[in-house]
């Protein structure tokens, strides 16, 4: 090695150790400038000497880096969601399940975690150095934000100690309340929107595309679980003991205990504990010690067997009820928005609360000026849950009996909790949210059309239906605000395009009540096209898989009238998809019909492509493999329970070629 690489190599391996020591030993035993004038040197050094460039060198932590778009990876190992329980009988009920597999007599211990409440990120270590950070996406494959971790001062860039030579692990990218409320402070300062709460803001961090910004942020990384072929441990307690001799930061909260009461106790514990920790957390998180029971156990579809979220009971605050909104969404459902007086729940500000429907507002017997509960749970919209303290001279709160949009009385069905607005062709919010709705994502997905768009468009009296998109011209566009040449021209075109979009996209953003994504599927499938689908009876739809009665009823309901007949024979003659297409589609016999199950990663395309294929052919995908699989498709890095239970079913494995002859 030459002079200067030696002195590179030294100063990278000092900086690490330093780092190591301020962050994760929390151990300093030089001055953050003596710090900076050791970056700046090397820094300097590899400006000179680009031949010496190293993707982990601690330099990478002032990230540069910029990201334009983030690319999709699939995971190796799948990223599971975790099941929910809120009270000790649910976690008795747990245990019982767990004896039920792995033998009644048996000793079960579980490790205890703080389920910290950020986003969650799988690393990947090749030889003690970060490869890869991946965001959890779908769970099965996500986004490629290497270049944004880095940044982190508290995920290692090197390892120390016995890590294995390859492996992945995952944590939590979370933003300490300090952080938080400093940034908001500065936003404050500047006059800009306030950031919501903590996880938003760390994920919003992570997809930022400039790593520089990133760097800026306080993020810090959790990590709570090793994913791998071959560990050196066996237990879920020794896996982060290990993941903390090797540099990554593990809370010391975690515990080992030998019984469900004891696990209790620590719920309890960190019930009031967690309100002078640092950061947020929205329970703990049990998972069974011993990673041969782990195996035992497996997962379901969505989560493993083997561990369990502990929720807490979300936080309470009361403020006051200053009036109320009601909306109407696309299908002409009203719902009640209670305006408050803004509070601070969970570090959140909160201004407005669902109160669901008529009866919920009637339950509470609400007047304005009332002293009001108001509860935030992790994902859910505040609701109000009760009165604190009642305004007895306040005008009592009475539902409305004509639509807030177009004034057309509200209909309450029977049995529905809901009241809607009936005037599908009249009332604006519901034209605009059908609008909006046939080109969102999952639906139509047209390129160079928002929502925003949607509501320009109507504004201007340019389009009451969805027919009326296939009907815009330049001429008609171009004089509207913000409408230059070039998104004018980019809309036409995805407009157009669109014209190429599947049947069953097409079917699922008609906004037929009831038909969501899945269900349009499994229609155009059966049927083929809409003219079959419309002349389906009513026992027919009903035979279908996976369709009731109520999403038969609503269907030939749909058909049945003559406004909606009149809509789809124009979109035909648009020439948009009515029918599958079966060129490339013939059902495959081999295929038709069979079920089956993808696992693993594939060389030459991703699981989802694979997946798509597969039920493009005809097969049926299912995500755990039972005595009705017919085949399963196993890639790299399949889970080695899933291959015992083919074996033990005899159900036929196929690698990537043996799929690819199956094919043919
Ligand atoms: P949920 O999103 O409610 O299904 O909960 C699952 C998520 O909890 C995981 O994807 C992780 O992001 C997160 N989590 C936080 N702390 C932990 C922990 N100690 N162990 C496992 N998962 C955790
Ligand atoms: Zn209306």
């Keep these: 090695m030459t002079v200067i690489a030696e002195k590179i190599a030294a100063l990278r391996k000092t900086l690490h150790e330093h780092n190591h020591r301020y962050y994760l030993l929390d151990a300093p035993i030089i001055s953050d400038q003596e710090f900076d004038q050791l970056l700046r040197e090397l820094q300097d050094l590899e400006e000179a000497h680009p031949e010496f460039y190293d ?6 932590r002032v990230g540069g880096g910029v990201t334009k778009s983030f690319e999709t990876v699939a995971h190796r190992f799948p990223m599971y969601s975790l099941s929910n329980t809120y009270s000790k009988e649910e976690l008795e009920q ?132 090793i994913a791998g072929d071959q560990l050196p441990v066996k237990t879920q307690f020794e896996a982060l003991e290990k993941a903390r001799s090797w540099g990554f930061k593990v809370p010391e909260s975690a515990k080992c205990v030998q019984s469900i009461d004891a696990v209790f106790d620590f719920i309890q514990y960190w019930e009031k504990a967690r309100k002078t920790l640092p950061f947020e957390i929205d329970g703990i998180v049990i998972k069974v010690n011993r990673f041969d029971y782990q195996q035992e156990l497996g997962f379901t579809a969505k989560a493993p067997r083997w561990a369990m979220a502990y929720k807490y009971q979300a936080e309470q605050v009361s403020t006051v009820l200053k009036g109320i909104q009601y909306q109407v ?108 709705h046939f080109i969102s994502r999952k639906a139509m997905d047209i390129e160079g059309l928002g929502g925003e768009t949607v509501v320009l468009l109507y504004q201007e009296g340019l389009i009451r239906r ?47 009540r009831f038909v969501g994504e899945t269900v349009a599927k499994k229609l155009a499938k059966r049927f083929g096209s809409i003219d079959s689908l419309k002349k389906a009876s009513l026992e027919e739809l009903i035979q279908t898989e996976d369709i009731g009665e109520r999403i038969a009823k609503s269907l030939v309901a749909y058909f049945s009238d003559p406004k909606n ?100």
């Design 466 to 512: 969805i027919d009326d998109l296939y009907r815009l011209n330049k001429d008609q566009l171009l004089p509207l605000e913000r409408m230059a040449e070039k998104s004018v021209t980019n809309l036409i075109e995805g407009i157009e395009k669109s014209k190429e979009k599947p049947f069953d996209k097409v079917l699922f953003g008609l906004g037929i």
């Design 94 to 225: 747990w245990e019982e399940r767990i004896r039920k597999i792995i033998g009644p007599q048996e000793e079960i211990e579980y490790t205890c975690e703080l389920k910290f409440d950020g986003v969650s990120v799988s690393l990947t270590y090749e030889n003690g150095a970060l490869i890869q950070a991946l965001t959890r996406g779908d769970g099965t494959q996500g986004d490629n934000i290497t270049t944004n971790i880095k940044t982190i001062n508290t995920v290692p860039l090197k390892l120390y100690g016995d890590y294995p030579p390859f492996f992945e692990i995952r944590g939590e990218v979370i933003l300490p309340w300090e952080g938080f409320h400093k940034m908001n402070e500065e936003r404050a300062q500047k006059g800009e929107p306030l950031y919501m709460n903590p996880r938003n803001t760390a994920s919003g961090s992570l997809k930022l595309q400039d790593s520089s910004l990133v760097a800026q942020r306080p993020l810090n990384c959790f990590l709570y679980a």
């Design 55 to 60: 993707p982990n060198s601690p330099t990478q």
């Design 565 to 664: 007949q009149d809509l789809l024979s124009q979109l035909q003659i648009f020439g948009l998809q009515l029918e599958l297409k079966l060129t490339t589609l013939a059902l495959h016999s081999q295929f038709s019909g069979k079920r089956f199950v993808v696992s693993g990663v594939f060389e030459s395309f991703s699981r989802e492509d694979l997946k798509k294929e597969i039920e493009d052919l005809g097969g049926i995908i299912a995500s755990s493999i039972s005595s009705k699989t017919d085949y399963l498709v196993a890639g790299e890095g399949m889970g080695p329970s899933k291959k015992a239970k083919a074996e033990q079913l005899g159900i036929p494995l196929l690698n990537e070629q043996e799929y690819m002859q199956l094919k043919q």
């Design 329 to 436: 969404g696309r299908t002409g459902a009203v719902t009640p928005v209670a305006q408050l007086e803004p509070v601070i729940i969970s570090g959140t500000t909160v201004k407005r609360a669902s109160l669901h429907n008529a009866d919920q507002i009637e339950k509470l017997n609400l007047h304005l000026g009332d002293q009001v509960f108001v509860e935030k749970g992790g994902e859910i919209i505040p609701k109000i849950t009760g009165i604190a303290a009642p305004n007895p001279g306040g005008e009592k709160v009475n539902f409305i009996l004509h639509c807030p949009e177009c004034s057309a009385p509200l209909v309450r069905e029977e049995g529905e909790a809901q009241h809607y607005c009936k005037n599908e062709i009249s009332c604006p919010p519901q034209i605009i949210g059908k609008i909006q």
